[in-house]
């Protein structure tokens, strides 16, 4: 298989940052991953999720071809596999299960940020 690497992000360190023209998409072996984005004037940053052990992120670029729509960074020492676009258009065609697996990921990320978007003030009814 083209392009499946193992690499290590220190606490804190950038792994890639929204806006980024990147085709790899990351595997989680030990440690946490959070993701973030900045608020629409820049001020301050919005944590959108955080990534265990087991947990894939990064994939929404090699499906849209966009840039990255967030940035992550390692928030513990973290161990990761990055996968080239290449190779993780062989896992989907090698691998239906894992296809379906992933698209159930991808449901349960975006019921989670309705859940956060939802408690957040200026979406809040107005009395």
Same mark, same amino acid.
């Given at each position: 298989?083209?392009?499946?690497?193992?690499?290590?992000?220190?606490?804190?360190?950038?792994?890639?940052?929204?806006?980024?023209?990147?085709?790899?998409?990351?595997?989680?072996? *030990?440690?946490?991953?959070?993701?973030?984005?900045?608020?629409?004037?820049?001020?301050?940053?919005?944590?959108?999720?955080?990534?265990?052990?087991?947990?894939?992120?990064?994939?929404?670029?090699?499906?849209?071809?966009?840039?990255?729509?967030?940035?992550?960074?390692?928030?513990?020492?973290?161990?990761?596999?990055?996968?080239?676009?290449?190779?993780?258009?062989?896992?989907?065609?090698?691998?239906?299960?894992?296809?379906? *697996?992933?698209?159930?990921?991808?449901?349960?990320?975006?019921?989670?940020?309705?859940?956060?978007?939802?408690?957040?003030?200026?979406?809040?009814?107005?009395?």
């Amino acid at each position: 298989m083209d392009r499946v690497e193992r690499v290590s992000y220190p606490a804190g360190q950038s792994i890639f940052e929204e806006g980024d023209q990147e085709e790899h998409f990351y595997i989680v072996q *030990s440690g946490e991953v959070e993701i973030y984005t900045q608020t629409k004037d820049g001020s301050s940053q919005f944590s959108i999720c955080t990534f265990g052990p087991g947990e894939s992120f990064g994939e929404f670029a090699l499906l849209d071809k966009a840039p990255r729509s967030a940035s992550a960074r390692a928030k513990t020492d973290v161990e990761l596999v990055r996968v080239s676009a290449e190779a993780y258009q062989q896992l989907l065609a090698g691998l239906p299960e894992w296809a379906g *697996s992933m698209l159930q990921s991808f449901a349960n990320r975006l019921k989670q940020m309705n859940d956060r978007l939802r408690d957040l003030p200026q979406f809040m009814p107005r009395k």
